[in-house]
């Protein structure tokens, strides 16, 4: 099947669609540079799929990958794909898979910030926040939309990002007609 998908540059892939393991890092690996838009929303990925990516797609410029802060090499692929624009992940316990190790939202949030300068949408669920960790923030300069799970953090960051539209959501991790290069 992937053979016959040779200029794909944008895969959505729903939770259900993922039978096997490795697909993501497979579809990783045929799609390559070509591949500018990654929706997986909720579907589990691991180190694999996480390396592959950062590996193959060094052009990827939206990725919406609810389990990346899961894998322990998360900042490999945000270093790697240095392009992206936007960026949907989370980072918490209390939701799927809780019996895998999480990061923290500061850790994440400051890799990001770190790696990926282009950021000008951010969607960030967590169900965690700490004051501190708005800092990371702050050092995204092309920053314009930061979208959070957490009503609390939205309102008490809203002052102090100028120039970022702060949206408190709730997401569908299902229906990513929103979350597209438009």
Request: with cysteine; hydrophobic share 40%; aromatic share 6%.
């Amino acid at each position: 099947m992937l053979l016959q998908c040779d200029k794909l540059s944008s895969v959505t892939l729903n939770m259900g669609d993922l039978h096997h393991p490795l697909l993501i890092a497979r579809l990783a690996e045929h799609c390559a540079a070509r591949l500018e838009v990654l929706n997986v929303g909720e579907a589990g990925v691991n180190d694999e799929d996480v390396a592959a990516i950062a590996e193959h797609c060094p052009n990827l410029r939206v990725l919406n990958m609810h389990h990346l802060s899961n894998c322990s090499n998360y900042e490999l692929l945000l270093e790697k794909c240095a392009k992206l624009e936007k960026l949907r992940v989370a980072s918490h316990h209390t939701y799927f898979n809780s019996h895998q190790p999480t990061h923290n939202s500061a850790a994440l949030l400051t890799a990001i910030a770190t790696h990926c300068k282009h950021i000008h949408h951010l969607s960030f669920l967590t169900n965690t926040f700490r004051s501190c960790t708005v800092h990371p923030l702050l050092c995204l300069h092309k920053l314009r939309v930061f979208e959070t799970s957490c009503y609390h953090f939205s309102v008490s960051i809203g002052n102090q990002l100028k120039g970022v539209e702060v949206k408190h959501f709730r997401p569908d991790w299902r229906n990513e007609k929103d979350f597209s290069l438009q």
